[in-house]
């Protein structure tokens, strides 16, 4: 590492919607750690840390494009799943081929047999052959990427699925790329979208469609295309066509993930279009698991009931170590607003902190597919007796993260705060209160330099008071919060972690609400002059 400095540079894709992004190693080995960032309001994204020389961005005119510009694409597998497909295409709004031929890579192979499972298969328009990773201990988290060796807008990506022995499928690998994420990288290796399958259950040819102005007739329909991934025919979606911007996503179902290891127990779950009429009552509803397999007194409909004396409660850990609870609207509707009855215990002064289970939790909206569409999640729900979720992407820039003035109650008669009437002014960048820090559990927090800029690449940071859950050797003067935003490189935070920490977090106040651009890490180096110790990753 040597003298080099190490940065983060995060910044916000223009009012562009899915910027959820996943944390996992790329192939080029400078990917270090993801930390999940918190703008207070309930806006989330993550920062990737990268072993990038100082980038400090000038403010740039804003200009609203369709398709994200990418120069990398990167396939993820779900967790513990082999990635095999036979063919993957990426086309621009013209449907010109942007991936055959083109370097690709993946961070395993089957047998190790690269003529036969290589990564070069997916992109060489052959049918006849696939690629293939191992998984488990051999490759935890399968990745294949494809180099488009410069920049360009992608308007679809289309997966020939693998299939075993004939179509039929009886082995159902088929299945094995469900919920699976297509990640679209810059240059830098930063994720500008991703969109993410559904259950690929008997799906030959996947589709994900990365046009964020489609007309708002029909915002979910996937494209018709060939399975001979042919980038000759034409997109259902055409490219030309004059968009109409839609401010809610439209969703057919509504999940809710609970974050790992913790239960799902609410008392009542209300989505409601921007009229306010309520999408969830009595609509069918599924959970991966009930406490004590009792549905009657927790089981997934009492969340839906309208009634607040009945909840919902999964199991947790071997027995559920992913809860999610999932309910369908039967119909094709823009959501709005997300409305959570928290469930407390004993009563609402909720000592035990049952409040605070949903804390990093998130809800998924889902295409009549199973693809994800958006989402958004929680941040930290202690006392928070009803958390709110707005998934208008157009709220004017006037009040951007204004919060729906709603009763407790989840009545869905009373009106939201930002009328969706309203002629709306595109808000590109987020505003914030508080920024926060979030390790990856079981990670320590240590960073030398932590930079937040505005849309005038005014430093909001600066000597801003900042605080953390713990201290490495309770030394603040050495280790403590305000040494990252001092503005020396010579200090740094170091938190405690594992049983002393096990979630460390690192928070700063910006002490004003403030528009939030650009966030820049200056990553803490450990490498000694023996070269014993690497830090970054």
Partial sequence: MGDAVSMTTTRRTCCGRNNEMRGDDGDDGVYCRSSLLYLSHDIYYNIFVYTQGLKHSEPRSLQTTCYPTASKIRLIANPGEYLHIFGFVATDPSNADLTRGKPATQTSTLNNNDVKYGPANAVDGDSATFIHTKKGNADPNPVWTVDLEAAHEVALIEIQNRYCEDTNDLDNCLGRLSYATVELLDNLDNVVDSKSFGDTTGELLLSLDFNNCLPTSSPTASPTKSPSLSPSSSPSVSPSASPTLNCYPTASKIRLIANPGEYLHIFGFVATDPSNADLTRGKPATQTSTLSDNTVKYGPANAV???????????????????????????????????????????????????????????????????????????????ELLPLLNFDNCLPTSSPTASPTKSPSLSPSSSPSVSPSASPTLNCYPTASKIRLIANPGEYLH?????????????????????????????????????????????????????????????VNLETPSEVALIEIQNRDCEDSSGAEICLG
């Fill in 305 to 383: 009931d309208g009634n607040s004396a009945t909840l919902i409660h999964t199991k947790k850990g071997n027995a559920d170590p992913n809860p999610v609870w999932t309910v369908d609207l039967e119909t094709p509707s823009e959501v709005a607003l997300i409305e959570i009855q928290n469930r407390y215990c004993g009563d609402e002064s909720d000592a035990d902190n049952c409040l605070g289970r949903l804390s990093y939790a998130t809800v998924e909206l889902l295409d009549n597919q199973d693809n994800v569409v958006d989402s958004k999640s929680f941040g930290n729900t202690t006392g």
């Fill in 447 to 507: 960073i030398f330099g932590f930079v937040a800029t505005d849309p005038s690449n005014a430093d909001l940071t600066r000597g801003k008071p900042a605080t953390q859950t713990s201290t490495l050797n309770n030394n603040d003067v050495k280790y403590g919060p305000a040494n990252a935003v001092d503005g020396k490189s010579d200090t740094l935070i170091h938190t405690k972690k594992g049983n002393a920490d096990p979630n460390p977090v690192w928070t």
